[in-house]
T-cell receptor, first 112, second 115 residues
Framework: NAGVTQTPKFQVLKTGQSMTLQCAQD?????MSWYRQDPGMGLRLIHY???????DQGEVPNGYNVSRSTTEDFPLRLLSAAPSQTSVYFC???????????FGPGTRLTVL | AQSVTQPDIHITVSEGASLELRCNYS??????LFWYVQSPGQGLQLLLK??????LVQGIKGFEAEFKRSQSSFNLRKPSVHWSDAAEYFC?????????????FGAGTRLAVHP
């Protein structure tokens, strides 16, 4: 099993550009999440999904969209990138409320 | 609102010394508690978790943590640190909502290990 995979590893955008961060998991987990990590702030939840077709907002959802058409994939879309979205983005998945979340390796995004 | 506080931003210890990383949480009920470790350029890996039962929890890599309800704390300990333990450590509270485990993270503690 590959676990949770994320692409790309690195990305540089100009302000106003759009892009999609990809996340996939091969563990058949029901729940998936997107976090951003900023220095001194830990990880903050952006959006999450409790199953295919069902998504909800986390702590910092503004400027991001998500969808979940399959169990495996949970892409994160930036419609109009802003410098404040410069961060490291992590995708995670888990199955069952008492089970650990498995994290992907992250995407480092810079918005100029 | 629920929150997690890790009072120490940076800690430096000598190899072989003992380690304690502090974590305090604010939550109305008995929380689910986690410690994760992040090596440079990597994702997060679960060290240990507490849901109920014995308040002293054993994890991977020789780590343990103790849940103290009276102090709202969940401190991470290791009796003898190895150079490979240098990393960033995150404490998290899990809030269950509709079966989904929503993690609230602390800001992290960066551990440096001197030879």
């Amino acid at each position: 099993n590959a676990g949770v995979t994320q692409t790309p590893k690195f990305q540089v955008l100009k302000t106003g550009q759009s892009m999609t961060l990809q996340c996939a998991q091969d563990m058949n987990h029901e729940y998936m999440s997107w976090y951003r990590q900023d220095p001194g702030m830990g990880l903050r939840l952006i959006h999450y999904s409790v199953g295919a077709g069902i998504t909800d907002q986390g702590e910092v959802p503004n400027g991001y969209n998500v969808s979940r058409s399959t169990t495996e994939d949970f892409p994160l879309r930036l419609l109009s990138a802003a410098p404040s979205q410069t961060s490291v983005y992590f995708c995670a998945s888990h199955q069952g409320e008492t089970n650990e979340q498995f994290f992907g390796p992250g995407t480092r995004l810079t918005v100029l | 609102a629920q929150s997690v506080t890790q009072p120490d931003i940076h800690i430096t210890v000598s190899e072989g010394a003992s380690l304690e990383l502090r974590c305090n949480y604010s939550y109305g009920a008995t929380p689910y508690l986690f410690w994760y470790v992040q090596s440079p350029g990597q994702g997060l890996q679960l060290l240990l978790k507490y849901f109920s039962g014995d308040t002293l929890v054993q994890g991977i890599k020789g780590f343990e943590a103790e849940f103290k309800r009276s102090q709202s704390s969940f401190n991470l300990r290791k009796p003898s640190v190895h150079w490979s333990d240098a990393a960033e450590y995150f404490c998290a509270v899990g809030l269950i909502s509709g079966g989904y485990n929503k993690l609230i993270f602390g800001a992290g503690t960066r551990l440096a290990v001197h030879p």
